[in-house]
Nanobody, 124 residues
Framework: QVHLVESGGGLVQAGGSLRLSCAASTLTFSINTAGWFRQAPGKEREFVAAINWNGGNTYYADSLKGRFTISRDNGKNTVYLQMNSLKPEDTAVYFC?????????????????WGQGTQVTVSS
């Protein structure tokens, strides 16, 4: 079992930045792919970004490339999401997730463990 705790959400004006953190409870987190997802009210949970175990490969939703950056520090068992040039449509609850097994896709069903989420609100 992996326990994930997100932090860093909050209220920011459009054009601003936030850095989300996801701290994991187990050392095995450092050998697993980790991802960020988000869910806006009334919408399905959507993929934001993912990073492989050593940070050598990153993947992004096409619409977010260039504004969001995922990274990890395995020494701290933590994954980060740097969000720049935020827009009101980025408003959502952001979730961190990880998975036990390899998958070539990044849908929510391919991830096994989830955090409780952190609210990000971008005002216009």
């Amino acid at each position: 079992q992996v326990h994930l705790v997100e932090s860093g959400g909050g209220l920011v004006q459009a054009g601003g930045s936030l850095r989300l953190s996801c701290a994991a409870s187990t050392l095995t987190f450092s050998i697993n792919t980790a991802g960020w997802f988000r869910q806006a009210p009334g919408k399905e949970r959507e993929f934001v970004a993912a990073i492989n175990w050593n940070g050598g490969n990153t993947y992004y939703a096409d619409s977010l490339k260039g504004r969001f950056t995922i990274s990890r520090d395995n020494g701290k068992n933590t994954v980060y999401l740097q969000m720049n040039s935020l827009k009101p449509e980025d408003t959502a609850v952001y979730f961190c997730a990880t998975r036990r097994f390899y998958s070539s896709t990044y849908g929510p069903t391919t991830f096994d463990y989830w955090g409780q989420g952190t609210q990000v609100t971008v005002s216009s």
